[in-house]
């Protein structure tokens, strides 16, 4: 099994966070925004490099109150 790269990790992230949000978006505003915010801590936690980038920016979930926030916290991840 070959382990991606922390760049390739960090896009893949991105890619599901933003998912989890187009797919609730309609259905349930306000679990979509909690739901992509906690699918990217989580995808962060999967790899050993993104491991403690995670948990160090825990704390920012807070941060997001609407989509312009969650795409900040998001793609502020580098």
């Known amino acids: 099994m070959s382990m991606t790269t922390r760049a390739e990790h960090l896009a893949w992230c991105k890619q599901r966070a933003h998912q989890e949000y187009d797919f609730y978006k309609i259905k349930d505003p306000p679990s979509a925004l909690r739901n992509a ?35 900040k916290f998001i793609d502020g991840f580098n």
């Open 37 to 71: 915010a906690v699918s990217m801590l989580s995808d962060l936690g999967k790899h050993p490099e993104t491991e403690k980038l995670g948990e160090t920016c825990a704390m920012l979930i807070f941060t997001v109150r609407d989509e312009r926030s969650l795409f």
